[in-house]
């Protein structure tokens, strides 16, 4: 049984979106209708994302975002719904916001198109994005949101089936030196990386890495909590990404798909933790110049351990509440949390040894040994 949309226009911002929500959030099929008669004849699970409601059905009033065809700064009406303020506002609607505007504005990376003041190494500032100014950067808000709807469909529809999920904490480890917090940027390792050498999961292939693979410890931890990290090694020198040094779009997405590369592990901060397209599930790149899905896989991390390096002062308690606050939050949504490391910041002993700690103390604090929420 799938749920039926009904949509004035189909567009494929509104098809993204909605696949994005209930495909690979929700697990469930969805299918869409432009016609009336046939949407009010169907027995199938119904809602409706028009500017009016067809009928008695669950009704999402749209703010016409999702219409657009062009790359031009929307009308970003905000509203009051529970403990968050939300943006694109709309009235008489199931919800005060437009759910689907929302989440497909932050999952696009639409304000990244926009004019913005870049940092000193070129990124966007994560201060200067909406989730940051309206306080949603440290939750996976489209995911929680999209639980929100998966209640109310089921309130009035019970029979309809969604996919079972679980927590998952995936480990990023790269193998590698960063050449320091402001200047690192994990895509100019993993690029050249991705195109040379093989991806490995799991930790008995990187223990045979040579000059040291990866620290007993961290092997022990990973058994002890059943997690299948995934290990970045240093990349093939002869390929040149000095073009591509920042997460800037649509050019840095381009250039990946041009040398045939379909995943990226670079949707986060360098320099704050939060969850930069607003979601913790992998979801595929939608290019807004050509308003089409791509097939670029993008698994958005939450934290980067590059953090670290820019305050070397930093209470290791203190982190290790905020980084687990993330965590619980992830838990909360049966979501992924990605995290990423580097091996210096990870050593067996001496130097570095705070970082280890913390990283211990996460896995304990917030993990159950069989990985179970």
């Known amino acids: 049984m799938k749920l039926l949309v009904y949509v004035p226009i189909l567009t494929p911002r509104i098809k993204y979106v909605f696949s ?4 690979d959030i929700l697990r469930t099929q969805v299918g869409f209708s432009s016609n009336v008669a046939e949407f009010k004849a169907s027995a199938l699970p119904k809602i409706t994302y028009a500017d009016q409601p067809v009928a008695d059905e669950l009704f999402f009033k749209n703010a ?38 929302a989440s497909f504005y932050f999952v696009s990376r639409y304000e990244e198109y926009m004019d913005f003041t870049a940092d000193q190494d070129g990124n966007f500032p994560p201060e200067a994005s909406l989730q940051f100014k309206l306080k ?19 309130k009035r529809y019970p029979k309809l089936h969604f996919g079972q999920k679980k927590f998952e904490f995936i480990p990023l480890i790269c193998m590698y030196t960063a050449p320091g917090a402001r200047s690192f940027n994990v895509l100019k390792h993993v690029f050249s990386f991705l195109r040379k050498f093989q991806l490995l999961s799991g930790s008995k292939p990187v223990a045979a890495t040579k000059n040291g693979g990866l620290p007993i410890f961290l092997n022990e931890q990973h058994e002890k909590y059943k997690l299948n990290p995934i290990y ?5 020198p002869e390929i040149d990404l000095t073009c591509d040094k920042q997460l800037i779009f649509p050019r840095s ?8 590369i379909d995943k990226d592990y670079r949707m986060g901060y360098t320099t704050t933790i939060g ?21 670029l ?3 958005p991390v939450a934290v980067n351990d590059t953090i670290l390096l820019q305050n070397r002062t930093f209470n290791i308690d203190e982190i290790n509440g905020k980084w687990g ?49």
């Not at 970045?232 to 093939?236: C, H, I, S, V």
């Not at 997405?253 to 045939?260: F, I, M, P, R, S």
């Open 253 to 260: 997405y381009l250039q990946l798909l041009k040398n045939g």
């Open 325 to 373: 606050k993330l965590i619980e939050n992830v838990k909360l949504i049966n979501g992924h949390f990605y995290i990423l490391w580097h091996r210096e910041s990870l050593p067996e002993s001496g130097k570095g040894k705070v970082g280890r700690r913390l990283y211990t103390q996460l896995l304990s604090n917030f993990l159950s040994l069989s990985n179970d929420i």
């Open 232 to 236: 970045f090694f240093k990349p093939a």
């Open 297 to 299: 896989q993008v698994f």
């Open 136 to 154: 949603l950067l440290e939750f996976p808000v489209i995911d929680g949101w999209t639980l929100m709807l998966k209640n109310m469909l089921l």
């Open 275 to 295: 969850f930069r397209a607003g979601t913790c599930t992998p979801f595929h790149w939608y290019d807004l110049q050509l308003e089409k899905t791509t097939h």
């Open 64 to 101: 016409d975002f999702l219409l657009s065809h062009t790359i031009s700064p929307p009308h970003l009406k905000t509203t009051t719904f529970g403990d968050m303020i939300v943006p694109f506002a709309v009235d008489h609607s199931s919800l005060p916001f437009d759910v689907f505007a």
């Open 20 to 23: 994005f929500i209930f495909n």
